[in-house]
C-alpha cells in the first residue's frame, strides 16, 4: 500500500512510526511533514488545508489511504473531499468533526444523550451571555465555540474577569469566527485523564490512557499550551473509571452520533475530568491527542493499517486492540517563549542517540531541514519518549534521553508525570 499521512506535528510522527511498521505498507508521503517524519515518508510542502492539492497529490501518487492527523482539515471536510475523488481516507466527515469543532454542538450532544458533562449555556448574544454572569457562581468556565488552538478556554475567578472573557471571545474576536458562539459552564475540579479511541461508525475500542500536562511552567503554571509532555496509562483511570465510561460515555457518544446522522468513524479523543460525582467529559477531539499518540501508539501491540482499515470498512468488532503492559513518558522539548514568542532556525544536535536504544523515541514536531542541518521550526520542537516496565522508569528513561539532545533555548517542564507519585 501507499500511504498519505496528513500534518506536521508529533502525533503524526508517531502515526508514520507506526504505519512504517506495518508490513501492508510499501510507500509512506506526508504533507508537509518534518524532519522526522522525513526518516519514514516523502514530504511534500503542501499544508494541510490546501484540500485541491492534497486531492490531487493523492491521485498522482496513486495513495490507496489517507490518514488526516489534524484538527483543522478535519473539520474543514478534508475527508470528504477524499472521498468524493474516490481515494480511501481515514478520519471523521464534516458533519461528524464537528464533534471538535463546535462546543456548542458537542455539549448539547451530551445533554441530549444524558452523557455526564458539566453544566453549561450557549450564547451567540455577547449581551445575554453578559446578563447570564451576574447570578452564576465562579470561578466559571469560558469557551470559545470553534477550534482554537487548544487556547479558547478561559477560566474566571470573578465576574470582572469573566466580563473580560466575554469581551475578548464574542466582542473582540481574539479567536475569529470560533467566538461567534460561546459556551459558559461549570467549573470542575479533579484528576484529567485522557481516552483515545478507535471508531467505525458503530463499533468503539478504547485504548490505553494518558495524562496531558498543558502549561507551559513547573507546577501547572504559566499559559496553556498545546501539551507539554504526557504518561500512559494513567494510574487514575481505574477499572471501576473505565467501567463507568464504557456504561456511561463511549458507547453512549458513538450511538448518539450515529441517532444524529452523523456516524463517527475515526479517532475519539476523550478529555476526562475524574470529579467526585464521578467521571465526566471536558471535551471531545476528533483525532489522536498530541502528545497523547506519543506515549499510546508506541505501546499498540496491533498494525495501525489493520486496525485503521477496520474503522473505514465497518469490522472493528473483529479486531482486538492491545498495548504493552508497560509505561511510557513523553517529554516536550520546546523552544524557550513558547507559547508566546520563541526563535527558529536552531540547529538540533545529537538526534542519532535514539537510533542506538530500543524503547526510545525522538518525535519531531517543530523541526525542518536546513541544508543537511536539522533545525527547529516551532515552539514544540522535540518530544521524547521513552518507555519502562513501569510510570516511575519510564519517566527516569524519559529524563535521562531529553539530555542526549541538544539545541540552544532548550525549555522542558521538569515535573511531567509528577502525579505518579501521588497515585
Ligand atoms: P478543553 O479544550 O475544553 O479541554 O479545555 C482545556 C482545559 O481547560 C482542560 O484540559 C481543563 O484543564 C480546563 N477546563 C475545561 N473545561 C473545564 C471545566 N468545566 N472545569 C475545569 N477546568 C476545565
Ligand atoms: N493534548 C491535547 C490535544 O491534543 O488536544
Known amino acids: ?24 505498507v510499501d510507500k509512506i508521503y506526508c504533507t508537509p511533514g518534518n ?28 495513495i490507496d489511504l489517507v490518514i ?33 469543532g463546535s462546543k456548542a454542538f458537542s455539549k448539547d450532544l451530551m445533554k441530549k444523550y444524558n452523557i ?20 452564576a457562581k465562579f470561578p466559571i468556565v469560558l469557551k470559545a465555540d470553534g477550534l482554537a488552538l487548544g487556547k479558547g478556554v478561559l477560566i474566571c ?25 460561546m459556551v459558559i459552564e461549570e467549573f470542575m475540579t479533579g484528576r484529567e485523564v485522557s481516552v483515545l479511541s478507535f471508531v467505525d461508525g458503530n463499533t468503539i475500542k478504547t485504548m490505553t490512557s494518558a495524562q496531558d500536562h498543558k502549561r507551559a511552567g513547573d507546577g501547572d503554571t504559566g499559559l496553556n499550551t498545546g501539551g507539554m509532555g504526557t504518561f500512559s496509562p494513567s494510574p487514575f483511570y481505574t477499572k471501576e473509571v473505565e467501567e463507568f465510561c464504557n456504561k456511561y460515555v463511549y458507547q453512549a457518544t ?9 456516524p463517527f468513524k475515526g479517532v475519539i479523543f476523550f478529555g476526562l475530568m475524574l470529579t467526585e460525582e464521578g467521571p465526566k467529559v471536558l471535551e471531545y477531539n476528533a483525532r489522536f491527542g498530541d502528545p497523547e499518540a506519543q506515549v499510546v501508539l508506541p505501546r499498540m501491540k496491533n498494525d495501525i493499517i489493520e486496525v485503521v482499515e477496520a474503522c473505514i470498512d465497518g469490522t472493528l468488532d473483529q479486531v482486538d486492540l492491545e498495548f504493552e503492559d508497560n509505561a511510557a513518558v513523553c517529554v516536550v522539548l520546546a523552544s524557550d517563549g513558547y507559547p508566546v514568542e520563541y526563535k527558529k532556525g536552531l540547529p538540533i544536535s545529537g538526534l542519532e542517540e535514539f537510533e542506538k536504544h530500543e524503547g526510545y523515541y525522538c ?42 539532545v541538544q539545541f540552544d533555548n532548550k525549555y522542558m517542564r521538569h515535573d511531567i508525570g509528577k502525579a505518579i507519585d501521588e497515585a
Open 254 to 262: 458513538v450511538d448518539a452520533m450515529k441517532a444524529e446522522g452523523r
Open 363 to 404: 518525535f519531531h514536531a517543530g523541526t525542518k531541514f536546513d541544508g543537511d542541518r536539522i533545525v527547529t521550526n516551532g515552539g514544540r520542537v522535540l518530544g521524547v519518549t521513552a518507555k519502562g516496565k513501569d510510570l516511575k522508569e519510564a519517566r527516569e528513561n524519559a529524563y535521562a534521553a531529553t539530555q542526549w
Open 157 to 181: 475567578s470573578t465576574l470582572e474577569e469573566a466580563r473580560e472573557g466575554v469581551k475578548t471571545i464574542m466582542l473582540d474576536k481574539k479567536f475569529g469566527s470560533a467566538g461567534n458562539e
Open 68 to 100: 488526516v492527523g489534524m484538527d483543522d482539515p478535519l473539520v474543514g471536510g478534508l475527508v470528504d473531499e477524499l472521498e468524493a475523488a474516490g481515494i480511501r481516507a481515514f478520519g471523521p466527515r464534516k458533519n461528524a468533526a464537528i464533534l471538535e
Open 116 to 135: 455526564p458533562t458539566a453544566a453549561y449555556e450557549n450564547f451567540t448574544d455577547p449581551q445575554k451571555a453578559l446578563a447570564y454572569l451576574e447570578t
Open 1 to 24: 500500500m501507499k500511504v498519505l499521512i496528513v500534518g506536521s506535528g508529533g502525533r503524526e510522527h508517531a502515526i508514520a512510526y507506526c504505519v512504517a511498521k506495518s508490513e501492508k
Open 35 to 62: 524532519a522526522g517524519i522525513a526518516e519514514y515518508a516523502q514530504c511534500a510542502p503542501i499544508g494541510a488545508m490546501e484540500f485541491d492539492k492534497i486531492v490531487a497529490f493523492a491521485r498522482e501518487k496513486e
